[in-house]
């Protein structure tokens, strides 16, 4: 079964930063997609940011110059680097992965807190 997990989450001050990591296991066919979505209280999940193996990177407008995607396609693990991070950015951070066989699993979040 795959399993999807983030990690590192949690309280930053406004300005600061945060990497969050995720990692997908329990594939034997490997990962083909690996993004990060949020959902800010009250609102509906947004994408953020996506990672194809042999492709450039992709950053939601809006985090564009203070977020960034990469990858670590022998681990199965993406990270998204939080810069300059603002309230607005205080949101369940999510991870959704596409398996090479078209499966797309979601991980379970991890709350990132923005205070002003």
């Known amino acids: 079964q795959v399993h999807v997990v983030e990690s590192g989450g949690g309280l930053v001050q406004a300005g600061g930063s945060l990497t969050l990591a995720c990692i997908v296991s329990?594939?034997?066919?490997?990962?083909?997609?690996m993004a990060w979505y949020r959902q800010p209280p009250g609102k509906q999940r947004e994408w953020v940011a996506s990672?194809?193996?042999?492709?450039?990177?992709l950053i939601r407008d809006s985090v564009k110059g203070r977020f960034t995607i990469s990858g670590d396609n022998a681990k199965n693990t993406v990270y998204l680097q939080l810069n300059s991070a603002r309230p607005d950015d205080t949101a369940v951070y999510y991870c959704?992965?596409?398996?090479?066989?078209?499966?797309?699993?979601w991980g379970q979040g991890t709350q990132v807190t923005v205070s002003s």
């Open positions: 959704f992965a596409t398996m090479t066989d078209s499966r797309n699993v």
């Open positions: 990672y194809t193996i042999g492709t450039i990177p």
């Open positions: 329990g594939t034997s066919g490997g990962v083909r997609t």
